[in-house]
């Protein structure tokens, strides 16, 4: 084994320098060794070289009799393109096999190539071998960085996905029964909303701007807030809502409190209603503003939804407060399923007969 001294010197480290670790000294001691190989291998090459130089010289005689008889007698030209690509080929393997047996020396790289050549060591660095060397520090650091960075990978693709495909919500009261029962969760089309306008018919979730909750009965957890931010959890907060969209701009909605819901002068039949709830137990009339929509749950008895905000002016839901269309209830999988499109039901009635107003 070199000691510290020869290793140092004969090392791609700087002259001088120290082993700070077994892993230091082992290559240090390992480039020695090579070094001294490759110097024994160059003095037997040298070696055999001489001695077939005076071979040559002891047989430089015969050999010019023999050339003297041969040149009375036609001979063909030797081929030596031959034996020069096959001596070219055996000095460039030579040469490829010392550059692979030279390790890249430290001082030469530049500190990009440094932190390449570290990170491509630490990733073969296996638990067993950072034992052996007590490099068991450097090697969990390894490990939380590469988790990390598969988590934040995963955390950018959830949001992403989240922003412009599909979002999830949960599913708190019983308005929209029977339809989407308490705790589903759902996932609604973010991306057909960038193209897409809400029709009748349509299941939206929309944000509750104007307050029609309650202050009291909004709650906030900053953890369940930040995942669902990102994606990774169905939004739980209390500051959305989902109702079917009923009137669209320009609509005239109306009932009698005493039978069904008309628009535009057509009544229609809702078979997505909860059993034995009438449309509309409420009188009222309205001609739905530009760019907001008229929002009612399946469940009428137990929503408070626009007929109940027609006297403070907050019953139309802007169409900025739209997210999108729920498409599919994901979860529990017993309801698992698509929702049905109900746009026949409005299939009858007309267009708006005038244009919407601010």
């Known amino acids: 084994m070199a000691d510290d001294k020869t290793t140092a010197n004969n090392s ?3 002259e001088g320098y120290k082993p700070q670790s077994r892993r230091e000294r082992r290559e240090m001691e390992e480039y020695a060794a090579r070094l001294a190989e490759e110097k024994k291998r160059e003095q037997a090459e040298l070696a055999s070289s001489e001695q077939g130089e005076e071979s040559h010289v002891g047989d430089a005689r015969p050999a010019a009799a023999e050339a003297a008889s041969a040149s009375a007698q036609p001979a063909e030209a030797p081929d030596t393109k031959g034996s020069e690509e096959e001596g070219a080929a055996t000095t460039a393997d030579k040469s490829a096999e010392k550059d692979e047996e030279k390790p890249e020396d430290p001082s030469t790289m530049t500190a990009k190539e440094r932190r390449k050549a570290k990170r491509a060591e630490q990733a073969e660095l296996t638990f067993a071998k950072a034992r052996e060397e007590d490099r068991l520090g450097e090697w969990a650091w390894v490990q939380v960085r590469e ?5 934040l990978y995963a955390l950018i693709i959830a949001f992403l996905i989240k922003t412009f495909l599909l979002r999830g919500f949960y599913i708190p009261s019983g308005s929209m029964e029977q339809t989407l029962q308490v705790n589903d969760r759902v996932f609604i089309n973010v991306a057909g909303s960038y193209f897409n306008e809400p029709k009748r018919g349509d299941v939206i979730v929309f944000k509750d701007s104007q307050g029609w909750i309650p202050s009291t009965q909004k709650s906030s ?3 369940k807030e930040g995942l669902s931010f990102v994606g990774v959890l169905p939004d739980t907060s209390s500051n959305y809502l989902v109702k079917r969209v009923i009137g669209t701009p320009g609509d005239v909605v109306e009932s009698d409190g005493s039978g069904k819901i008309k628009v535009n002068g057509v009544e229609i039949n809702e078979p997505y209603l909860y059993p034995g709830n009438q449309p509309s137990e409420l009188a009222f009339k309205v001609t739905v503003p530009k760019d907001k929509y008229f929002v009612m749950g399946d469940h009428r008895s137990n929503s408070a939804d626009s007929r109940y905000h ?3 002016g907050t019953a139309f839901i802007s169409k900025d407060d739209v997210q999108g269309n729920v498409f599919v209830v994901a979860w529990p999988l017993n309801h698992f399923g698509l ?6 039901v409005f299939s009858s009635v007309p267009s708006p007969t005038s244009t919407p107003e601010q």
């Open 12 to 14: 791609p480290y700087p």
């Open 339 to 344: 929702l049905t499109d109900e746009s026949s």
């Open 221 to 223: 957890n900053p953890i």
């Open 147 to 151: 988790g990390g960075t598969v988590v």
């Open 310 to 312: 027609i006297s403070d």
